[in-house]
């Protein structure tokens, strides 16, 4: 889930090509042999999920026949729109949404050759499997809660209260995709102009707490620099679970969530372009066990979610596009 900005140094390195991006990008793993002969994985995902996704390759005889880039989404996101087919990576893990946007204007990605079920429609493609879905709370440091007498909030709607001013962390929108949970339920909820008016708010309350990283506000709630934060659900989950004084509350106006999938470039090489397919198919049918130890949401028929599930559920009315996500930054902005 992370997105950051491209930088002038960043698109240096991306003009020269270099795969390991110097120190514009986290890098690699697995970097035995030669590159010509590894299937090359560009990632936006969080490194538990690389992981994970690392282990389940490794355990089935792809070890030292892959290597793995991250990114920024908005980053990688770009890269797939200006590049298409010419990408240098034949396996993408993305932002669904990202994937779905670049196959549209490219037409860059094989159609899958495995089968799959999804429990919701939504999530099934033609041309990408999911990897993890990730949804959206509100984080809460309990013993700041009671040693400012704040009350727990209910909604996102709450975060707008003077009672919990520069005491809230939420993450730009622009910088990171966990903002756009937050910023979706707004909308979904109060309409746009609502959605204005909450946000002029919670950004007043956060003042220099809006961070550009997704984990950033739990991390600030964690270290006790703030009480309240906006962030991915399952990190807040394992933190009280590990007996950390963090909970987690699921806002009323809706627990949104987005998937990151994987997909095959299509490119004609052959024996390199249909191990890229058995990896994709791999990381679906032999990773999902590992993933959901970290991303406990259920996907395919034959999972179960966590006990931990949420409380409200909600898909955005709209597909989800990068369009879309330029037009709630766009939204953002004008809060600030």
Same mark, same amino acid.
């Given at each position: 889930?992370?997105?950051?900005?491209?930088?002038?140094?960043?698109?240096?390195?991306?003009?020269?090509?270099?795969? =390991?991006?110097?120190?514009c990008?986290?890098?690699?793993?697995?970097?035995?042999?030669?590159?010509?002969?590894?299937? !090359? !994985?560009?990632?936006?995902?969080?490194?538990?999920?690389?992981?994970?996704?690392?282990?389940? #390759?490794?355990?089935? +005889?792809?070890? +030292?026949? /892959? =290597? %793995?880039?991250? %990114? +920024?989404?908005?980053?990688?996101?770009?890269?797939?729109?200006?590049?298409?087919?010419?990408?240098?990576?034949?396996l993408?893990t993305?932002s669904?949404? /990202?994937?779905?946007?670049?196959?549209e204007?490219?037409t =860059?990605?094989?159609d899958?050759?495995?089968?799959?079920?999804?429990?919701?429609?939504? &999530?099934?493609? &033609?041309?990408?499997?999911?990897?993890?879905? @990730?949804?959206?709370? !509100?984080?809460?440091?309990?013993?700041? #809660?009671?040693?400012?007498h704040?009350?727990?909030?209910?909604?996102?709607?709450? #975060?707008?209260?003077? @009672?919990y001013?520069?005491?809230?962390?939420?993450?730009?929108?622009?910088?990171?995709?966990?903002?756009?949970?937050? !910023?979706?339920?707004?909308?979904?909820?109060?309409?746009?102009?609502?959605?204005?008016?909450?946000?002029?708010?919670?950004?007043?309350?956060?003042?220099?707490?809006?961070?550009?990283s997704?984990?950033?506000? $739990?991390?600030k709630?964690?270290a006790?620099?703030?009480?309240?934060?906006?962030?991915?659900?399952h990190?807040?989950?394992?933190?009280?679970e590990d007996?950390?004084?963090?909970?987690?509350?699921?806002?009323?106006?809706?627990?949104?969530?987005?998937t990151?999938?994987?997909?095959?470039?299509?490119?004609?090489?052959?024996?390199?372009?249909?191990?890229?397919?058995? =990896?994709a198919?791999?990381?679906?049918?032999k990773?999902?066990?590992?993933?959901?130890?970290? /991303?406990?949401?259920?996907?395919?028929?034959?999972?179960? &979610?966590?006990d931990?599930?949420?409380? /409200?559920?909600?898909? %955005?009315?709209?597909? $989800?596009?990068?369009?879309?996500?330029?037009?709630?930054?766009?939204?953002?902005?004008?809060c600030?």
């Amino acid at each position: 889930m992370k997105m950051r900005q491209v930088t002038a140094m960043m698109m240096v390195c991306l003009v020269a090509g270099s795969l =390991m991006l110097g120190g514009c990008s986290a890098g690699d793993s697995k970097a035995s042999g030669s590159s010509d002969d590894q299937v !090359i !994985i560009y990632s936006n995902a969080d490194e538990e999920a690389v992981d994970a996704m690392k282990e389940t #390759l490794d355990a089935n +005889g792809y070890e +030292g026949e /892959y =290597m %793995f880039q991250t %990114f +920024g989404t908005s980053e990688l996101g770009g890269k797939l729109i200006a590049e298409g087919k010419n990408l240098e990576a034949d396996l993408v893990t993305m932002s669904s949404f /990202y994937l779905d946007s670049a196959q549209e204007q490219n037409t =860059m990605f094989q159609d899958l050759t495995f089968d799959y079920t999804t429990i919701s429609e939504n &999530d099934a493609s &033609d041309f990408y499997a999911p990897i993890t879905k @990730q949804e959206g709370a !509100i984080i809460v440091n309990t013993e700041l #809660l009671k040693e400012n007498h704040l009350d727990t909030p209910k909604s996102i709607k709450d #975060l707008a209260d003077e @009672q919990y001013k520069d005491l809230i962390s939420v993450t730009d929108i622009k910088s990171s995709s966990t903002a756009w949970l937050l !910023i979706q339920a707004l909308v979904s909820e109060y309409g746009e102009d609502g959605a204005k008016d909450v946000l002029k708010g919670i950004y007043a309350n956060a003042g220099d707490n809006i961070e550009d990283s997704g984990s950033a506000p $739990l991390k600030k709630v964690r270290a006790g620099e703030v009480a309240v934060g906006f962030g991915l659900r399952h990190q807040a989950v394992a933190d009280k679970e590990d007996g950390l004084p963090i909970d987690y509350v699921d806002p009323t106006e809706g627990n949104f969530s987005l998937t990151e999938s994987v997909a095959v470039v299509d490119k004609d090489n052959g024996d390199k372009a249909d191990k890229a397919m058995e =990896m994709a198919q791999c990381i679906i049918e032999k990773g999902r066990k590992a993933l959901q130890k970290t /991303y406990p949401l259920a996907i395919y028929e034959g999972e179960k &979610d966590s006990d931990n599930k949420s409380a /409200y559920p909600k898909v %955005f009315s709209e597909k $989800l596009t990068a369009d879309l996500l330029e037009k709630h930054q766009e939204l953002s902005e004008a809060c600030k």
